[in-house]
């Protein structure tokens, strides 16, 4: 009996009755092959079932207390974990268009993929060609031995045949007149037999001809192309604002009475990536009825696949402009920017690229040159036409001088009298009546506004009533209070949102804490001089002119909330004008 108990061997599926830790399979390689093991799974503990069911008693006692939106991420379809008794409410986005949604995002890649096969087909096709004309040049360089063995035979018998002629003095005659002796002539016809018409000779368009041919089908494609029309004389124009040029604030500066507004620059090869949060800077509000997209490319080629994804897209824009005029070096030294001021040939094709997809006008914003001293844009005044640019916008100021000095608008004047486009000046623009004297004494046809409406957004309104309007601090808060509700709207009312909202409120106020009321200012303010510092007609007044960053989170705080513990600010746009001064204050 002993021995026949330790021979015992457990039945197949179920683990030793001695040794219950044993794993099935363990026990079971002895008498199957591995891939014929079934796969059992072990009965659960009755432990784990009490767990389950205490956890179960508590989720149903604390299912009413927990926030339902709390496992909705923005803009992801994955939870996170969010503190009980948080808010948690995604973006309503409420009257907002361009939205980098799935199908958006299939067709745009669908777009990109065919123009990337029709580019390597054309490139497959010059290569062939290249290869035919080496082989044609070769043949032609070295003929072989036999052609000019043939050559010389040709030659010589060529010459035996001239010598018989001349000799001969009478010919046999030819086979034509022997048919006609032969032929009966019929009587009342006219014995004369017609003669053929020569066939049509067909010659093949050389390599020239057909470059010719498809230059001027272009060019006609352009002319004959309906394009949306922009019409930009004496209208007050936004200037695009990284960072602080966002939808929120766009919508401040529409409430205000701003004609067009344009989004922030976007990087087109992100955008070729399909990275959504590229393509969030493309978003507009339904308020901002002539929107453009400011765009930064390289390249001819991204040009032309970016010009046909925005076409496929269905996105809601008026205008796209070409950034060429950002001095920060991390973006010139990627090709974009300034660094296309003095890449002529380049520009043109980008320009050219765009315009042959694009149904909506394109435009420029360009500086005078790399330096001030030496400006060089005035050398494209005959050929922006050309380039298919339907307005050009320029910026009184070097890449090198970036905000220091003056605008030079006697070069501006300059260039507007010589372009055979519409041209918008750029820079210094501070108040109402400078606004008006520019637009009337220079050639321009609008003006763009980018610092002064960061410094003071109501100056859209100054513009268009022709006055100073001396607004209170407590409409400025109100103000305040508005981009913070937009910021939401944009954002979110969560945690996440709300951080966002506070940080880009807080870039604004280091902007908002350079206006001067105009009650206080014995004369107009502009915008290059110091203010000094100053005590305001109450206490919000003087807090708004602090520059402080721990100013800027108080005023946060009186629209948003206590501020979170760990919060800490800086300026992401820091002028050189004005650095000294606000390390100063926060000391």
Same mark, same amino acid.
């Given at each position: ?40 799974? /072990?009965?659960?503990?009755? =432990? ?11 989720? !149903?006692?604390?299912?009413?207390? #927990? ?26 986005? !409420? ?22 096969? !029709?580019?390597?087909? =054309? ?22 031995? !036999? ?12 010459? *035996?045949?001239?010598? +018989? ?11 034509? #007149? ?15 037999? /017609? ?190 036409? *050309? ?32 372009? =055979? ?40 309104? #100054? ?5 100073? &309007? ?37 870039? &604004? ?16 303010? =502009? ?5 000094? /510092? ?17 100013? &800027? ?26 650095? +000294?001064?606000?390390?100063?204050? #926060?000391?």
């Amino acid at each position: 009996m002993a021995s026949q108990e330790k021979e015992k061997k457990p039945e197949q599926g179920k683990p030793a009755e001695g040794n219950p830790q044993t794993s099935i399979k363990e026990v079971e390689v002895d008498i199957l092959p591995e891939f014929l093991i079934p796969r059992v799974l /072990p009965k659960p503990k009755p =432990q784990a079932e009490s767990s389950n069911a205490e956890q179960k008693r508590k989720h !149903e006692s604390t299912e009413g207390t #927990e926030d339902p939106t709390a496992k909705r991420a923005r803009g992801l379809n994955k939870a996170r974990p969010v503190a009980t008794g948080a808010k948690s409410e995604r973006p309503s986005c !409420e009257g907002e268009v361009n939205f980098f949604t799935y199908t958006v995002r299939s067709k745009v890649r669908a777009a990109a993929k065919a123009l990337r096969a !029709e580019h390597r087909q =054309q490139m497959e096709g010059r290569h062939k060609q290249g290869k035919k004309k080496g082989k044609q040049a070769e043949k032609q360089e070295k003929p072989s031995e !036999e052609k000019k063995a043939e050559s010389a035979s040709t030659e010589v018998k060529q010459q *035996d045949s001239t010598t +018989e002629n001349q000799g001969d003095q009478t010919t046999a005659p030819t086979s034509t #007149e022997q048919a006609e002796k032969a032929a009966p002539v019929d009587e009342g016809k006219d014995s004369v037999t /017609p003669m053929k018409e020569d066939a049509p000779t067909t010659t093949t368009p050389t390599t020239e001809q057909l470059k010719e041919e498809a230059a001027a089908g272009t060019e006609t494609f352009l002319k004959k192309k309906e394009k949306k029309k922009v019409d930009f004389r004496g209208k007050s124009y936004l200037a695009p604002l990284t960072t602080l040029g966002n939808l929120p604030f766009r919508r401040i500066t529409k409430r205000f009475g701003a004609d067009i507004t344009i989004g922030e620059m976007a990087m087109v090869p992100n955008l070729l990536d399909c990275r959504a949060s590229e393509w969030s800077l493309l978003r507009k509000h339904e308020s901002e009825d002539c929107f453009g997209l400011q765009l930064a490319v390289a390249s001819a080629p991204q040009a032309d696949t970016m010009a046909r994804m925005l076409e496929e897209s269905g996105f809601q824009y008026d205008f796209v402009d070409i950034n060429c005029g950002c001095p920060v070096d991390i973006f010139c030294q990627k090709g974009v920017g300034s660094a296309l001021l003095d890449k002529k040939g380049r520009l043109a094709s980008i320009c050219k690229a765009f315009a042959k997809h694009l149904t909506v006008p394109l435009t420029i914003k360009v500086r005078v040159g790399k330096n001030a001293a030496t400006p060089v844009i005035h050398k494209w005044t005959d050929v922006l036409q *050309d380039w298919g640019v339907d307005a050009w916008t320029i910026h009184g100021r070097g890449k090198l001088q970036r905000y220091k000095k003056l605008a030079d608008w006697n070069y501006i004047d300059t260039c507007a009298k010589a372009a =055979q486009i519409p041209t918008i000046g750029n820079g210094d623009v501070f108040q109402w009546d400078t606004y008006w004297n520019t637009l009337d004494s220079n050639a321009v046809q609008g003006i763009m506004i980018g610092r002064a409406a960061l410094i003071k957004p109501w100056i859209f309104t #100054e513009i268009k009533e022709k006055r100073i &309007w001396d607004i209170s601090a407590t409409e400025r808060l109100d103000m305040l209070k508005d981009f913070c509700k937009f910021g939401e709207n944009h954002w979110g009312s969560d945690e996440k949102g709300l951080l966002t909202t506070r940080r880009f409120l807080c870039e &604004w106020l280091s902007f908002l804490c350079r206006y001067v009321p105009a009650g206080i200012c014995a004369t107009p303010q =502009q915008l290059n001089l110091r203010p000094p /510092p100053y005590k305001g007609r109450n206490d919000l007044e003087t807090l708004m002119a602090s520059k402080a960053v721990k100013d &800027w989170v108080k005023i946060s705080e009186l629209v948003l909330g206590p501020a979170p513990t760990n919060f800490t600010f800086t300026p992401k746009h820091k002028s050189a004008s004005y650095e +000294e001064e606000a390390t100063a204050g #926060e000391g």
